[in-house]
C-alpha cells in the first residue's frame, strides 16, 4: 500500500517561513492535498491538487510537488498557524494520509 | 454554506457495532462529481481515511478495515450512514465525515464535520 512520510515536527519563527516535507514514490503524478488542524478543532482543507488555495485560505499556504516529495509552505508564520498539518493523496482509489507535523510558531 | 455533522452512539461495548450517522446541508449527494467520506483518529495520534461513498452509489473502503466497515447514502435525506463491526478498544478515536466535490477541489476532503467521539472500553 502507498505510504506517506511526514517529519513529526516543525518549528518556525514569527515571521519566517516553515516548509513541511510529504514523502512518498513518485508522489509528482499524484494530486497532493494539505490540511490543517488546529489543537481540539477539526482538519481544515488549506491546499488542493498539489498548489491550490481554498476560498479564504490566506496567500502565505502555498504547495508544490516534485519527484518524490510533496511540500507546504507556509510564509510570514504567524501564531495562529500553529497547528497539526497532514497531507493526502489518493492511490488506487483509496485515501492515504501522512502521518502529519506539528508546526511550532516560536 | 455546506455544514455536515457526525451523530451515533458515543460509547460502544468490545465486540458491539458502531452506527454513526452523517447529516449534511448545502450540496446533494444525487450531483455528479459529489462524495462524502469517513476519517477517523484515535487520541493524540495521526487522521486515517476509512471510507467514501460517491453520488453513483460507489463505495470504497480502507483495506485494512474493509471486512468491518459498511458505507450507505440516504441521498433523499441527505445522510450517509457508517457501520463498523465487532469493536475494540482500538477504535477508540474521533470520528469525522467530510464531503468531497471534484469540481471545486478536486478529491481533497474540502468540508469537514466537527467530529464525534467515540469510546469503547477496556
Known amino acids: 500500500s502507498y505510504e506517506l512520510t511526514q517529519p513529526l515536527s516543525v518549528s518556525v519563527a514569527l515571521g519566517q517561513t516553515a516548509t513541511i516535507a510529504c514523502e512518498g514514490d513518485n508522489i509528482e503524478v499524484k494530486n497532493v492535498h494539505w490540511y490543517q488542524q488546529r489543537p481540539d478543532q477539526a482538519p481544515l482543507l488549506v491546499i488542493y491538487r498539489d498548489n491550490n488555495r481554498p476560498s479564504g485560505i490566506p496567500e502565505r499556504f502555498s504547495g508544490s510537488n516534485s519527484g518524490n516529495t510533496a511540500t507546504l509552505t507556509i510564509s510570514r508564520a504567524q501564531a495562529g498557524d500553529e497547528a497539526d498539518y497532514y497531507c493526502?493523496?489518493?492511490?488506487?482509489?483509496?485515501?492515504?494520509f501522512g502521518g502529519g507535523t506539528k508546526v511550532t510558531v516560536l | 454554506q455546506i455544514t455536515l455533522r457526525e451523530s451515533g452512539l458515543t460509547l460502544v461495548k468490545p465486540t458491539q457495532t458502531l452506527t454513526l450517522t452523517c447529516t449534511f446541508s448545502?450540496?446533494?449527494?444525487?450531483?455528479?462529481?459529489?462524495?462524502v467520506g469517513w476519517i477517523r483518529q484515535p487520541p493524540g495520534k495521526a487522521l486515517e481515511w476509512l471510507a467514501v461513498i460517491y453520488w453513483d452509489d460507489d463505495k470504497r473502503y480502507s483495506p485494512s478495515l474493509r471486512n468491518r466497515l459498511t458505507i450507505t447514502k440516504d441521498a433523499s435525506k441527505n445522510q450517509v450512514v457508517l457501520t463498523m463491526t465487532n469493536m475494540d478498544p482500538v477504535d477508540t478515536g474521533t470520528y469525522y465525515c467530510?464531503?468531497?466535490?471534484?469540481?471545486?477541489?478536486?478529491?481533497?476532503?474540502?468540508?469537514w464535520g466537527q467530529g464525534t467521539t467515540v469510546t469503547v472500553p477496556s
Open positions: 493526502q493523496v489518493w492511490d488506487s482509489s483509496i485515501r492515504v
Open positions: 448545502g450540496f446533494s449527494l444525487n450531483t455528479n462529481g459529489v462524495a
Open positions: 467530510a464531503s468531497e466535490h471534484v469540481a471545486v477541489a478536486s478529491d481533497a476532503f474540502d468540508v
